[in-house]
Structure formats: structure tokens, C-alpha cells
């Protein structure tokens, strides 16, 4: 059975993401003014699992062993009929 | 003696590090693409600079995941020296050989200059031939430098003297104006716990010769040919 799985990685609370704080003072120039702006990238990954539980053991297996860096990121996944 | 240069898609050093062990330094030493694999026994591996695979989804991530990979993992497992500058030590990290990770520059640009770096231990295969405390100025070239580890790993890293480079002045002094990048104290080469595999984010392949304005690099690849040289006298 075919999933969808929508994998979201973000750097960890209080990690420094200087892609948002150059993009927030380009938002400023502007004219938007925010209090705040962070990244994450977003992977839509479609595979064969048998299940549910299998699609996101498999999506999480993706992040752990690629898409994640543990040392700096934490993820996020959903997986989709 | 041999060593061994793995190119990747995208390495751009490659031929700058062979040069300097070959025509430098005088030692046998091999371009090996990374698809055809360590089909020999090398006593060191280099992992040039470059952008392989194009720095996708992270500088050194695809390449840390390639079959090669593996190979320079046991020939470290097996106590073999191992150099990553650069993108080179980008992949060491993503590959796990080393700890910590090496992460967009604090100030998101390229930045390609000169810099001076501190030796923070002489007691690695790669750093013997210098005194502790020296200034060494060699160029970096990067835009993912910026060394990140957790808190209790950076302790760890302290106490066992795993770290072999920082940046720092010309006198050696540890200044926020001298960490270009906004690493985590300042650290720029970092040492494995066996101490036979060495990140490092300076070119020392581009400040080996004086015709270049600096060959303080030189001795990283002297005191790797010193302690083959040492082990091989000891097994012979």
C-alpha cells in the first residue's frame, strides 16, 4: 500500500538559525515587521509500506539515518493514505 | 608509505592535496574516485575540500552515506589515519567519525580568506611536529563551518584534548573578532577518541608552500608521514 509521508525538520529549540535572522531583516527592509521567523525543511516522500506503523517506522528510520542531523535538528513526520 | 585522496562529485581540492603529498611532502599518493572504492591497503585516507554532491540537504551529508564511506571507516576502526579538510570535514562529522557537526556560518555567508588557528594539542598523528600553542595562518573557504556540539559532549571534547585547532588572532588570542564563522569555542579541527581521524575546516593544502605566502599546513601532512613512518619502523 502506497503512503504519503510528510517529514518536517527543524533546528532544536535554541539552536542559533541564521537563514531565519537574514530573512527576517529582509522582511523588515520590507516593511514587514515579525517577532519571529525560523526554517524547516519539508520532504513529501511517497513508498510502499504494509501499514500506518510501518510507513512512519520507515519515515522515521529516513530522518534518522539522512535527512536529520541529531546533533542540531529535531523531526516531525505524518504519513497519509 | 601510501596514501590515498578520495574524489567525490563536486570535491575541488582533491588535486591540490595529492600535489602537496606528492611533489611536497614525496610520498606515494593515490586520486581514488569514490566509486571505484580503497581497492588497496593505504595508511591514510584525505577527504579533500569541495561541495560534494552540491551540499544538498547538508554540506557533506550524501557523501557521508556512500559505500566509500564505509571502507574509510574500517580503515579508521583499524587505526588508519584519516583527514577531512574542509568538506572533507563536513563529512567526517555527518559520517559520525567525528563528533559534533560543522553548520552554517553564524553570518549565512561564504566566507574565503586567510585565518589564524591556535594548535590546541600536539598529541595527534597529525599535529606532533608543532609546539602546543602555536599560531598557524591558513586560509578557510566555507560557508558551513560553524562547529556545533551538546554541552556535555563539549566537555568531553575538552577533557580528552580532542580538540586540535581554534581560531584565534595573530597572537594566538581567543577574540570574538577572530572566530569568522561564530564556532562553538572557537573550535575549527576536532580529533576522533582514538585520535587517528582529524575534521578540520582550514586548507592546510593551500598554505603548504612559502610561494603561497604561508606553508604552515605542511607540518599537518609532516607529522602524518612522521607517524607512519614511526609505526611501520615499530611493526618492521
Not at chain 2, 79 to 99: D, F, K, R, T, Y
Amino acid at each position: 500500500m502506497i503512503f504519503l509521508a510528510k517529514i518536517t525538520i527543524g533546528l532544536k529549540e535554541g539552536m542559533l538559525d541564521p537563514e531565519a535572522l537574514a530573512i527576517r531583516h529582509a522582511l523588515g527592509n520590507l516593511g514587514f515587521a515579525t517577532e519571529e521567523l525560523r526554517t524547516k525543511k519539508l520532504f513529501l516522500v511517497r513508498f510502499d509500506a504494509a501499514d500506518a506503523r510501518e510507513a512512519e517506522e520507515k519515515a522515521k528510520g529516513m530522518c534518522e539515518r539522512l535527512l536529520a542531523n541529531p546533533v542540531i535538528h529535531h523531526f516531525e513526520v505524518e504519513v497519509h493514505r | 608509505m601510501r596514501f590515498a585522496v578520495i574524489q567525490f562529485g563536486g570535491s575541488n581540492c582533491d588535486r591540490d592535496a595529492h600535489y602537496v603529498l606528492s611533489d611536497i611532502c614525496g610520498v606515494d599518493c593515490d586520486l581514488v574516485w569514490y566509486k571505484d572504492r580503497l581497492s588497496r591497503p593505504y595508511d591514510a585516507v584525505i577527504l579533500p575540500g569541495g561541495f560534494s554532491y552540491g551540499d544538498y540537504l547538508r554540506a557533506g551529508a550524501i557523501a557521508a552515506r556512500t559505500p566509500v564511506m564505509k571502507e574509510v571507516t574500517a580503515h579508521a576502526e583499524k587505526g588508519g589515519l584519516v583527514l577531512g579538510i574542509c568538506n572533507g570535514a563536513q563529512i567526517l562529522a555527518e559520517s559520525g567519525l567525528v563528533p559534533g557537526v560543522f553548520t552554517i556560518n553564524a553570518y549565512p555567508k561564504f566566507i574565503c580568506r586567510k585565518v589564524h588557528l591556535r594548535v590546541e594539542t600536539t598529541d595527534s598523528p597529525f599535529t606532533s611536529r608543532y609546539k602546543s600553542g602555536d599560531v598557524l595562518q591558513i586560509p578557510i573557504a566555507h560557508k558551513e563551518g560553524r562547529y556545533v556540539i551538546p554541552e556535555d559532549q563539549l566537555s568531553e571534547l575538552n577533557e580528552r584534548g580532542q580538540i586540535a585547532f581554534r581560531f584565534c588572532d595573530e597572537s594566538g588570542n581567543l577574540t570574538p573578532e577572530s572566530n569568522p564563522n561564530g564556532a562553538l569555542e572557537h573550535i575549527t579541527g576536532v580529533l576522533n577518541k582514538n585520535r587517528n581521524v582529524l575534521a578540520m575546516m582550514p586548507h592546510p593544502e593551500r598554505a603548504s608552500e612559502e610561494i603561497l605566502s604561508s606553508d604552515d599546513g605542511k607540518k599537518i601532512f609532516l607529522s602524518m608521514i612522521s607517524h607512519i613512518e614511526h609505526a611501520k619502523g615499530v611493526t618492521c
